[in-house]
Nanobody, 128 residues
Framework: QSQLVESGGGSVQPGGSLRLSCVAS????????MGWFRQAPGKEREGVSC????????KYVDSVKGRFTITRDNAKNTVYLQMNSLKPEDTAVYFC?????????????????????WGRGTQVTVSP
């Protein structure tokens, strides 16, 4: 059974950092581009970042560019999201998921409908 478990969330002050992890089981992430999404209270889920199968292609939503970094470790079947200079507007539940549509190995897209096998997410709260 395929499963994703996100962890690493917490409460931090503005300007702080967190590193999120997403561990997959039941499937090998090396066959998939992987994405991080987030959902804030009262808002729709939005794509935050994705990483291609090769790891050479990444994409970020404009609001996190220069602050967040996505990486993958296929040997550990894990995807990471390093979040620096956190802002209150980053407060949300963060999810990871594999892209179910096969893209070229250096390409990833932040199109939510392509993603599936959602985990339960990890809460990130940024407040003074």
């Amino acid at each position: 059974q395929s499963q994703l478990v996100e962890s690493g969330g917490g409460s931090v002050q503005p300007g702080g950092s967190l590193r999120l992890s997403c561990v997959a089981s039941g499937f090998n992430i090396d066959a998939y581009a992987m994405g991080w999404f987030r959902q804030a209270p009262g808002k729709e889920r939005e794509g935050v970042s994705c990483i291609s199968i090769s790891g050479r292609g990444t994409k970020y939503v404009d609001s996190v560019k220069g602050r967040f970094t996505i990486t993958r470790d296929n040997a550990k079947n894990t995807v990471y999201l390093q979040m620096n200079s956190l802002k209150p507007e980053d407060t949300a539940v963060y999810f990871c998921a594999p892209d179910q549509i096969t893209n070229p190995e250096d390409i990833c897209v932040l199109t939510e409908y392509e993603y599936g096998y959602w985990g339960r997410g990890t809460q990130v709260t940024v407040s003074p």
